[in-house]
T-cell receptor, first 113, second 115 residues
Framework: KQEVTQIPAALSVPEGENLVLNCSFT??????LQWFRQDPGKGLTSLLL?????REQTSGRLNASLDKSSGRSTLYIAASQPGDSATYLC????????????FGRGTSLIVHP | NAGVMQNPRHLVRRRGQEARLRCSPM?????VYWYRQLPEEGLKFMVYLQKENIIDESGMPKERFSAEFPKEGPSILRIQQVVRGDSAAYFC?????????????FGPGTRLTVL
């Protein structure tokens, strides 16, 4: 059974810092991995989707890497801003095109001015 | 070009009452997924539906919970005789095709509080 762990559970940083959020998964036979952002009281917004054959994806100040063999993914946020404050979730989908993703519990990020 | 819509956004029920949660997928999407997020826990898959069909309900409790996605109208998640442990945020997501390379589009969620 796939298990997804996100470390740290919470993070508070001053504005401008570069930061790394971690996601690890127990079963390396994955189809893809997706990073989401969840704002308080709102739904999830997809940030980056990495297929199992890819090593990384970039979007603006965000960069996500995937090391399937070690069961890890990182989300790198450059030059953090207060508007980045949210909970970041990673979700892993199993190989074979399974439509059921396994979510981590998320990292709650606060970027203070 | 509306996204996934869910209503109500907040729902308060007393123990024993019924809760009905509605989800309208994005235009052109025929696949709907329901998730539950309990306090301090990650999102857990509940059920996957296509129009008029339940494809996978392996994550849904066997009793009191049911889901449908009729030919016309929104998908409905129904919880009968609610208990305090049902208090959670319920999210709906939709996709155009079965989730493969597609991303999921999530609604804002319905926050159910059972008194």
């Amino acid at each position: 059974k796939q298990e997804v762990t996100q470390i740290p559970a919470a993070l508070s940083v001053p504005e401008g810092e570069n930061l790394v959020l971690n996601c690890s998964f127990t079963d390396s036979a994955i189809y893809n991995l997706q990073w989401f952002r969840q704002d308080p009281g709102k739904g999830l917004t997809s940030l980056l989707l990495i297929q199992s054959s890819q090593r990384e994806q970039t979007s603006g100040r965000l960069n996500a890497s995937l090391d399937k063999s070690s069961g890890r993914s990182t989300l790198y946020i450059a030059a953090s801003q207060p508007g980045d404050s949210a909970t970041y979730l990673c979700a892993v989908r199993g190989a074979g095109g399974s439509y059921i993703p396994t979510f981590g519990r998320g990292t709650s990020l606060i970027v203070h001015p | 070009n509306a996204g996934v819509m869910q209503n109500p956004r907040h729902l308060v029920r007393r123990r024993g009452q019924e809760a009905r949660l509605r989800c309208s997928p994005m235009k052109g999407h025929s696949h709907v997924y329901w998730y539950r997020q309990l306090p301090e826990e990650g999102l857990k898959f509940m059920v996957y539906l296509q129009k008029e069909n339940i494809i996978d309900e392996s994550g849904m409790p066997k009793e009191r919970f049911s889901a449908e996605f009729p030919k016309e109208g929104p998908s409905i998640l129904r919880i009968q005789q609610v208990v305090r442990g049902d208090s959670a945020a319920y999210f709906c997501a939709s996709s155009q095709r079965q989730l493969e390379a597609d991303t999921q589009y999530f609604g804002p969620g319905t926050r159910l509080t059972v008194l």
